[in-house]
């Protein structure tokens, strides 16, 4: 059974950072894509971020370019997310999501709250 | 990029009755769409790629249709744990892929 489970969320000042990670099993996790995806309570679901399996080639949304650094593990079968010059609209829940176009499996999500 | 449009906003269907949601892309897509369900207090769950290909796991009640730019989610007879908010997803342009802003499916 695929499991995907994040860390890392928690309360941070504007134009602070935060690290995310997250914790994969149940599956080859050197042969997938992976990606953050996030949600604003109460709002829809955007795109973030991905990496390719080997960690060569990786793409953000423009809303966090030069901000967010994505990265895995393939030993230690985890994904990151640094998010440095937090701003308040990047308060939202952060998954971590399996897939190479699609999403196919997805963990619980970590919150993440920009305030002052 | 893609805009994806959902209707209606909520839906209110009740218990055996066929729920029909739409989704719309801003240029065709092919059959580059993924449906999701998003049960209250969950994470997203894939539930159609490929436009109507069921997901592992899927109960058949739940079928999708379309190509190029309009989308249909069905659900064939509405059980009480369908209720929940669909997104649809394009992943024919990319990145980003984009999603669209959800439709609420309310049991009566």
């Known amino acids: 059974e695929v499991q995907l489970e994040e860390s890392g969320g928690g309360l941070v000042q504007p134009g602070g950072s935060l690290r995310l990670s997250c914790a994969a099993s149940?599956?080859?996790?050197?042969?997938?894509?992976m990606h953050w995806v996030r949600q604003i309570p109460g709002e829809g679901l955007v795109w973030v971020s991905r990496?390719?399996?080997?960690?060569?080639?990786?793409a953000y949304a423009d809303s966090v370019k030069g901000r967010f650094t994505i990265s895995r593990d393939n030993v230690k079968n985890t994904l990151d997310l640094q998010m440095n010059s937090l701003r308040v609209e990047d308060t939202a829940v952060y998954y971590c999501?399996?897939?190479?176009?699609?999403?196919?499996?997805w963990g619980q999500g970590t919150v993440v709250t920009v305030s002052a | 990029e893609i805009v994806m449009t959902q209707s209606p906003a909520t839906l209110s269907v009740s218990p055996g009755e066929r729920a029909t949601l739409s989704c719309g892309a801003s240029?065709?897509?092919?059959?580059?769409l993924a449906w999701y369900q998003q049960i209250p207090g969950q994470a997203p769950r894939l539930l159609i790629y490929?436009?109507?290909t069921r997901a592992s796991g899927i109960p058949a009640r739940f079928s999708g249709s379309g190509s190029g730019a309009e989308f249909t989610l069905t659900i064939s007879s509405l059980q009480p744990e369908d209720s929940a908010v669909y997104y649809c997803?394009?992943?024919?342009?990319?990145?980003?892929?984009?999603f669209g802003q959800g439709t609420k499916v309310e049991i009566k």
């Open positions: 149940g599956f080859t996790f050197s042969g997938f894509w």
């Open positions: 240029q065709s897509i092919a059959d580059n």
């Open positions: 997803q394009q992943y024919n342009s990319w990145p980003p892929q984009t």
């Open positions: 490929g436009a109507s």
């Open positions: 990496i390719t399996s080997d960690g060569s080639r990786t």
């Open positions: 999501v399996k897939g190479a176009l699609y999403f196919e499996s």
